[in-house]
């Protein structure tokens, strides 16, 4: 149980990933009342199709987030503020979202883009302009390119957006007919993050039960990452930084072994890279914490240094997800300082220039590291 | 010190043949222009001998899904993993910094022979 002895030892950090939740009733005030009926009359509702429920305390929530008990965890700014931002002493959050139409089934793309809009100033509104700690994400619909481009573009504006948001389905991102996506990005200096869903299979589908998909998350996040690589996005792109949320950071190291072992044998069928693709991650992905392992010290610190950089790795609890990552407790308490201070602050600030822009750094030094 | 490698009419174009120069295996290639290259003998990697592979243009790209011939550049690759190596340079075309010693290579009174 967390006590406020327990909170008052924790370090000051960024979060990179916390949630907030719409209604889609929510959403229709900033939306195109040409598109109201679908939700009011039709019922249209996202499609979930991850075959079970998840087997937890709160389904998909910590129990203890649903602010009166019934709606979800995220879906209210003051319990939120009170239970994390609060509670933790947040320096910066930045805002995931909940509905991504990138994660639905191809259809009706200009719904879905209208809805992504709507969404983008539900957030705008009701959150970021609500409370300097929090940071926002433009929401694109991914099946639109060209309705993701004039989104980015107009969303680019606001100064609290950081970062541009794919929730990964089973489409491979990396694909040239997404680049203008990354084009924009890249244009507005800001970040383009990368999130799992409900809707991303496992190599083999879905399999029988939620504790082997949700074991096998990560691999949508290594997907998404060689796609992203060998199609040249980080050479074409250059400083651009593409962030992994809610796949951990484990697998990172294989990953750039392989990928790099595999260029120097099959070269030649992706002449456009220009560097490994190790020293390409390195230069331009980072990777939220959680769902992080139960790492000991050494573990974690051995898996930094086979990541060969100490500035990949950005915390984040998922607030209000019932696998949340307590900043107190997820990390082991032995860490060296500085690796903490990167994990927990650093990387995250030097990835979003616009927090850095509205945020002091000594804002880290405020709390006292665990 | 001349090492014999073969007749010259043996070393066609694309051709390769191995040759031992002391201790070292060295592969002697004639490239399409007809010129004759000679480098280390053996892979970097796991130690293939590369007088079993193939000589190939190299290709080219600046864009994701484009692909050229880059005329006039011409690729050593590895008969096992496929490491290819740049027939002028010895070096290795995923890290330049990685490279097969090059020898001496030259046609006399009707053979090719390596210099070493």
Known sequence: MTTETETSRGPRFIDADVHERAGLEDLLPHLDPLWHRYITDYGWQPERLLPYSQPTAGGLDRLDSKPDGVRPGGSDLGFLREQLLDEYDVAAAVLTGWLNTSSL?????????????????WQVEEWIERDDRLFGSIHVNTWDVEGAVREIDRMAAHPKMVQVMLYSGSEP??????HPIFEAA??????????????????LGRHRYFIEWHTLVSQVFMSQAVSIVFNGV??????????????????????????DQQYRELRHEVPWLTRMPSEAMRAQMRFATQPIEEFTAPQLTTLIEQMGSEDLVCFSTDYPHWDFDSPLRALPAALPEGLKRKIFFDSSYDLFPRIAAQVPREAAAQGVPA | MRH??????????????????????????????GGLHAVAGRCLHQGALLSGGRVLSDVEGERPGEYRLAAGREVLK????????????????FDRRRRLRRYEVAERDGRVVVEA
Do not use: Q
């Open chain 1, 105 to 121: 089934e191809e259809g009706w793309p200009e719904f879905k883009t209208a809805l992504m809009s709507a969404y983008n100033d």
């Open chain 2, 4 to 33: 014999d490698v073969c007749a010259v009419e043996e070393l066609g174009e694309g051709g390769l043949a191995h040759v031992r120069v002391g201790e070292r295996d060295v592969v002697v290639v004639r490239s399409a222009d």
């Open chain 1, 186 to 203: 890249h244009r507005h200096e800001l970040a383009v993050a990368i999130h799992h869903s409900e809707n991303s299979p496992t190599a």
């Open chain 2, 78 to 93: 590895c008969p096992w993993h496929g490491y290819e190596y740049d027939l002028a340079s010895g070096c290795a075309l």
């Open chain 1, 173 to 178: 991102f990396g694909a040239p007919r997404f």
């Open chain 1, 234 to 259: 980080l050479d074409r792109f250059d400083g651009l930084k593409v962030i992994l949320v809610e796949g951990g950071f484990s697998y990172v190291p294989h990953l750039m072994w392989r990928a």
